[in-house]
């Protein structure tokens, strides 16, 4: 599904304007007309267009000349020159200063329609440039939060992943704060179709009512006082890639009932705006809070439950999946260290029973902040007690911390428990072989119950 | 797409001067049989001598839309014109509507050309004028144009794209036209 191109026709001449943007419009573009310069520009203050077509000769401002304030202002629209017959010099000053391409007037019905095609692929290359800038920006903040894990509870949620990825069906992520839901939703989208799209992810809970409602569905010039300038929301812009809502369980009831108008008929109005728009996204949404609990107490809407929960993927919390905090520690070491350009520090034993034992309360993100803080604080390349600084009360030495060995038949427990007690496949999930499994079994005197 | 005992919207297919009869009548029977619209081919109008730009030798589609243009609620019109078609910005047109509006028209002027300047067989011209008179009916009833491959609601600007597209509409085009149908026989006023 191509969206439209939003195209601005700036002629000096009433019938070519007019014959134009009509044309355009049959072709199923958006276009605005302005018949001069100055008009041109006060209306690209008000709105984004992606594609500008520029009579050359007109009085006051000419064609080169607002060809060269777009480009200076407004360097994301394209513009294309429209010039007479016979005035080779005209285009080619033109392409010099910046024009996409330049059309002969009258056009060649051929051309024109070869001509928009160009532009709506270009376009569409910029964009994905912008979203991929965008992604490594966010990847290098959150690069830390690589999934990483190999116990039973992630194995599944890998799984769950690989099995939604391949619909189109909404999904609803839900785990403690910190978990790592917003990763679990971009792991589907890289693994989905739509994984050339874009991701845009919102969280919910941070902001008022009118500034998400605005947020998700863009607002024209002028829908509330401070909208000076028309914006394309996030339902727009997660056109043919994912839309991702953190924090679902905390807009209000009028957002659900807009948001589940979205999804029923497919098309929305920006704030103050007439003209219904349309976006073609597939939705997942995260939440920490229990939904059906909100349901009961009136506070969440069981028609828009039922409608983002198709499939529903539940990030275990850290303190269940204790095998994977050592194996998270030395990659955010590891990661860290590389930032610092330091010789990634040692975990004593003291240290990793520490974060074998702690509650974890802020999940996988407390564990990333505490091992940055430590790297930055170690010294001699070793990581000891004291350079783990735990957001609750950390646990005291000699208490009931698990040790290495009882943490390790934990874990074996559990995989072979996962593995319906099937040496074979629980030993390739450890990475072990088989012998070595059966002998750690009969050690730990594990048996199947 | 019938709409049961609901009257069809009716279309007046109008020669504008001397004009190939056969290609008319095909027009209009094509109109009938693919869009379901009650389609006449009406007497000749004289050909649209106040459109033409002489420094072009051609006829300006617009001014022949505004004579054609009906009252609200009256049949619909295509005119047909043996002479070449442009508007102002184009070197030339093989049709031209108004989207949701009341009129089209269309050329058979360049709809007669072969491969390498030679004539088209007849039943090539016939098909072809087929073609452009039910995509520019399809604009007047409100239609866009479509991305669809082969689709007839494709923007052709040539014969060689016009030539590869179907007789007729892709699924989405269909449905979209079943609404917009029905769109103008609610506003038609009763016969
Ligand atoms: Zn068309
Ligand atoms: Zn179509």
Same mark, same amino acid.
């Given at each position: 599904?191509?969206?439209?191109? +939003?195209?601005?026709?700036?002629?000096?001449?009433?019938?070519?304007?007019?014959?134009?943007?009509?044309?355009?419009?049959?072709?199923?573009?958006?276009?605005?007309?302005?018949?001069?310069?100055?008009?041109?520009?006060?209306?690209?203050?008000?709105?984004?267009?992606?594609?500008?077509?520029?009579?050359?000769?007109?009085?006051?401002?000419?064609?080169?000349?607002?060809?060269?304030?777009?480009?200076?202002?407004?360097?994301?629209?394209?513009? $294309?020159?429209?010039?007479?017959?016979?005035?080779?010099?005209?285009?080619?000053?033109?392409?010099?200063?910046?024009?996409?391409?330049?059309?002969?007037?009258?056009?060649?019905?051929?051309?024109?329609?070869?001509?928009?095609?160009?532009?709506?692929?270009?376009?569409?290359?910029?964009?994905?440039?912008?979203?991929?800038?965008?992604?490594?920006?966010?990847? +290098?903040?959150?690069?830390?939060?690589?999934?990483?894990?190999?116990?039973?509870?992630?194995?599944?949620?890998?799984?769950?992943?690989?099995?939604?990825?391949?619909?189109?069906? =909404?999904?609803?992520?839900?785990?403690?704060?910190?978990?790592?839901?917003?990763?679990?939703?971009?792991?589907?989208?890289?693994?989905?179709?739509?994984? %050339?799209?874009?991701?845009?992810?919102?969280?919910?809970?941070?902001?008022?009512?009118?500034?998400?409602?605005?947020?998700?569905?863009?607002?024209?010039?002028?829908?509330?006082?401070?909208?000076?300038?028309?914006?394309?929301?996030?339902?727009?812009?997660?056109?043919?890639?994912?839309?991702?809502?953190?924090?679902?369980?905390?807009?209000?009831?009028?957002? +659900?009932?807009?948001?589940?108008?979205?999804?029923?008929?497919?098309?929305?109005?920006?704030?103050?705006?007439?003209? =219904?728009?349309?976006?073609?996204?597939?939705?997942?949404?995260?939440?920490?809070?229990?939904?059906?609990?909100? $349901?009961?107490?009136?506070?969440?809407?069981?028609? %828009?439950?039922?409608?983002?929960?198709?499939?529903?993927?539940?990030?275990? =919390?850290?303190?269940?999946?204790?095998?994977?905090?050592?194996?998270?520690?030395?990659?955010? $070491?590891?990661?860290?260290?590389?930032?610092?350009?330091?010789?990634?520090?040692?975990?004593?034993?003291?240290?990793?029973?520490?974060?074998?034992?702690?509650?974890?309360?802020?999940?996988?993100?407390?564990?990333?902040?505490?091992?940055?803080?430590?790297?930055?604080?170690?010294?001699?390349?070793?990581?000891?007690?004291? +350079?783990?600084?735990?957001?609750?009360?950390?646990?005291?030495?000699?208490?009931?911390?698990?040790?290495?060995?009882?943490?390790?038949?934990?874990? $074996?427990?559990?995989?072979?428990?996962?593995?319906?007690?099937?040496?074979?496949?629980?030993?390739?999930?450890?990475?072990?072989?088989?012998?070595?499994?059966?002998?750690?079994?009969?050690?730990?005197?594990?048996?199947?119950? | 797409?019938?709409?049961?005992?609901?009257?069809?919207?009716?279309?007046?297919?109008?020669?504008? #001067?001397? @004009?190939?009869?056969?290609?008319?009548? !095909?027009?209009?029977?094509?109109?009938?049989?693919?869009?379901?619209?009650?389609?006449? @081919? /009406? #007497?000749?109008?004289?050909?649209?001598?106040?459109?033409? /730009?002489?420094?072009?030798?051609?006829? *300006?589609?617009?001014?022949?839309?505004? *004579?054609?243009?009906?009252?609200?609620?009256?049949?619909?019109?295509?005119?047909?014109?043996? &002479?070449?078609?442009? !508007?102002?910005?184009?070197?030339? !047109?093989?049709?031209?509507?108004?989207?949701?509006?009341?009129?089209? @028209?269309?050329?058979?002027?360049?709809?007669?050309?072969?491969?390498?300047?030679?004539?088209?067989?007849?039943?090539?011209?016939?098909?072809?004028?087929? &073609? !452009?008179?039910?995509?520019?009916?399809?604009?007047?009833?409100?239609?866009?144009?479509?991305?669809?491959?082969?689709?007839?609601?494709?923007?052709?600007?040539?014969?060689?794209?016009? *030539?590869?597209?179907?007789? #007729?509409?892709?699924?989405?085009?269909?449905?979209?036209?079943?609404?917009? &149908?029905?769109?103008?026989? /609610? &506003?038609?006023?009763?016969?």
């Amino acid at each position: 599904m191509s969206t439209p191109l +939003q195209v601005l026709v700036v002629d000096d001449e009433l019938a070519m304007r007019e014959s134009i943007a009509a044309w355009l419009i049959q072709d199923g573009q958006q276009a605005a007309k302005a018949e001069g310069g100055r008009e041109a520009l006060a209306l690209m203050e008000q709105r984004e267009f992606d594609l500008a077509l520029v009579d050359i000769k007109m009085p006051g401002m000419d064609g080169i000349e607002l060809l060269r304030r777009i480009k200076e202002g407004h360097p994301d629209t394209l513009v $294309i020159i429209i010039t007479a017959y016979g005035s080779i010099e005209s285009a080619v000053e033109a392409m010099k200063a910046g024009a996409s391409d330049y059309l002969l007037k009258p056009f060649d019905p051929e051309h024109l329609m070869l001509l928009l095609e160009k532009m709506g692929r270009q376009r569409r290359l910029m964009q994905e440039n912008q979203m991929l800038r965008q992604r490594l920006a966010e990847g +290098q903040m959150a690069g830390f939060e690589d999934m990483i894990g190999s116990s039973p509870e992630m194995l599944k949620v890998f799984d769950q992943i690989e099995e939604v990825a391949a619909t189109e069906a =909404p999904v609803l992520i839900v785990g403690e704060t910190g978990a790592g839901k917003e990763l679990v939703a971009r792991a589907i989208h890289n693994r989905s179709a739509r994984s %050339f799209g874009p991701f845009v992810a919102i969280n919910c809970g941070a902001q008022s009512e009118s500034l998400l409602e605005s947020e998700l569905f863009g607002h024209e010039r002028g829908a509330f006082t401070g909208a000076v300038k028309a914006r394309r929301g996030r339902l727009e812009m997660a056109d043919g890639g994912t839309l991702f809502l953190d924090e679902v369980g905390e807009i209000s009831q009028k957002m +659900q009932v807009a948001l589940l108008r979205v999804l029923e008929d497919g098309s929305f109005l920006r704030v103050g705006g007439g003209q =219904p728009l349309t976006s073609d996204f597939r939705l997942i949404c995260a939440t920490h809070r229990n939904l059906p609990e909100l $349901i009961a107490a009136g506070e969440f809407r069981q028609d %828009f439950y039922y409608r983002i929960n198709v499939f529903s993927v539940s990030v275990p =919390p850290l303190r269940q999946r204790r095998e994977d905090v050592i194996p998270l520690a030395e990659h955010f $070491i590891a990661v860290f260290s590389q930032e610092a350009g330091k010789v990634p520090p040692e975990l004593k034993d003291t240290a990793r029973r520490a974060l074998i034992s702690y509650s974890w309360p802020g999940n996988v993100r407390e564990l990333r902040n505490i091992m940055e803080r430590a790297v930055i604080v170690s010294h001699g390349g070793i990581i000891g007690l004291e +350079q783990l600084t735990f957001l609750e009360e950390g646990p005291k030495p000699g208490s009931t911390a698990m040790s290495l060995a009882e943490m390790e038949t934990e874990h $074996i427990r559990r995989v072979l428990q996962a593995h319906g007690w099937n040496i074979t496949q629980a030993a390739a999930t450890l990475g072990i072989d088989r012998t070595t499994l059966g002998r750690k079994i009969k050690k730990a005197g594990l048996r199947s119950s | 797409m019938t709409a049961g005992g609901a009257p069809s919207p009716q279309v007046e297919v109008v020669p504008l #001067g001397r @004009v190939n009869s056969t290609a008319a009548q !095909v027009v209009a029977a094509n109109l009938q049989a693919l869009l379901e619209l009650d389609a006449m @081919v /009406v #007497g000749p109008w004289p050909e649209p001598a106040q459109a033409l /730009v002489p420094a072009r030798g051609q006829y *300006d589609a617009g001014i022949i839309l505004q *004579d054609l243009a009906t009252p609200q609620g009256g049949a619909l019109r295509l005119g047909i014109l043996g &002479k070449d078609l442009c !508007v102002p910005f184009l070197t030339y !047109v093989l049709g031209e509507s108004q989207l949701g509006g009341r009129a089209a @028209v269309m050329s058979l002027h360049r709809l007669s050309e072969g491969e390498g300047g030679g004539r088209a067989p007849r039943h090539l011209m016939l098909e072809r004028a087929a &073609k !452009v008179g039910l995509h520019e009916i399809a604009h007047v009833m409100g239609l866009e144009h479509c991305r669809t491959a082969g689709c007839l609601m494709r923007f052709s600007a040539g014969l060689a794209t016009l *030539d590869r597209l179907n007789m #007729g509409f892709c699924p989405a085009c269909r449905r979209d036209l079943i609404h917009l &149908k029905i769109q103008l026989i /609610v &506003k038609a006023p009763a016969r």
